[in-house]
């Protein structure tokens, strides 16, 4: 098997090339052209698929999860079609998208309950099933890592102002990249009891935030400039909480549907 690792293959023409089976893995296809491709059975994750324009394709059995903004597909835009429709078959969605002090304070309440039924529908499955990937995805005690991560960076760091309010349980996503000064352990096995511990101080830490928000702070943007992510010289206060928000939103459903699987499985 031939492998093309740190390789500058800009311009390179393929033509009858057999690529079936290939791993792609922080490649940058910007420009590309393809032209007659079979893209059958084929797994893409965390892709960027800005400014991409497909023509004479066929989509069959085809699974899309993510952001769609400005996605038009013969002539429609579908993005706030798909927004639409999950919002009717969750009403309490709409409700993750506040726009004031009383508005976060309901969402936060909501995502507290519906994370207290998750965590105990966890509970009644084997602990070794709480560490099991589901179809590639995060284990459920790595998606609360996760979230953990996502409140540490958005509300610790960009609100609170701490550089760095990392536990080293905390997560970032799968293709973030090594930052020198966040020392966090990927590969940490620890127990949910472990990382509920960590959740409930970065809870109470949310909390605390919204708890005394007012309007204007919902109205002013924070910076953050030193070494470390976040980094913005300019970002709005809201959209940080926001950000909180759906991360606990979307990371739920998916645990929920793996929860699920994982009770078939185990009987």
């Given at each position: 098997m031939e492998e093309f690792v740190e390789r500058d293959l800009t311009g390179a023409r393929f033509e009858r090339v057999l690529l079936r089976g290939s791993t792609f893995t922080r490649v940058d296809l910007n420009d590309t052209t393809l032209r007659e491709v079979d893209l059958s059975g084929a797994d893409i994750r965390a892709a960027l698929l800005h400014g991409?324009?497909?023509?004479?394709?066929?989509?069959?059995?085809?699974e899309i999860s993510g952001e769609l903004v400005d996605v038009v597909v013969n002539?429609?835009?579908?993005?706030?079609?798909?927004?639409?429709?999950l919002d009717r078959r969750t009403p309490e969605?709409?409700?993750?998208?506040?726009?004031?002090p009383a508005g976060f304070a309901e969402a936060w309440a909501i995502l507290g309950g519906l994370w207290d039924?998750?965590?105990?529908?966890?509970?009644?499955?084997?602990?070794?099933?709480?560490?099991?990937?589901?179809?590639?995805?995060?284990?459920?005690?790595?998606?609360l890592r996760h979230l953990n991560f996502a409140?540490?960076?958005?509300?610790?760091?960009?609100?609170?102002?701490?550089p760095s309010p990392w536990h080293r349980l905390d997560l970032p996503w799968e293709e973030a990249p090594e930052w020198e000064d966040i020392a966090l352990d990927r590969d940490a096995r620890p127990t949910l009891d472990e990382v509920l511990a960590v959740?409930?101080?970065r809870r109470a830490m949310v909390a605390g935030v919204i708890d005394s928000l007012t309007a204007e702070q919902l109205g002013s943007t924070v910076s953050r400039t030193e070494p470390g992510w976040p980094q913005f010289e300019s970002f709005p206060f809201a959209e940080c909480l926001r950000i909180v928000l759906v991360e606990e939103w979307e990371h739920r459903r998916y645990a929920e549907r793996d929860l699920d699987a994982l009770a078939s499985s185990t009987g």
């Open positions: 991409v324009r497909m023509r004479g394709v066929e989509l069959r059995e085809v002539g429609v835009d579908i993005g706030p079609l798909v927004e639409q429709e969605r709409a409700k993750m998208r506040p726009d004031d039924d998750t965590v105990a529908l966890a509970r009644t499955l084997p602990p070794a099933a709480l560490d099991e990937r589901v179809d590639g995805e995060w284990s459920f005690i790595q998606t409140s540490a960076a958005w509300v610790g760091r960009m609100i609170l102002g701490d959740r409930h101080e």
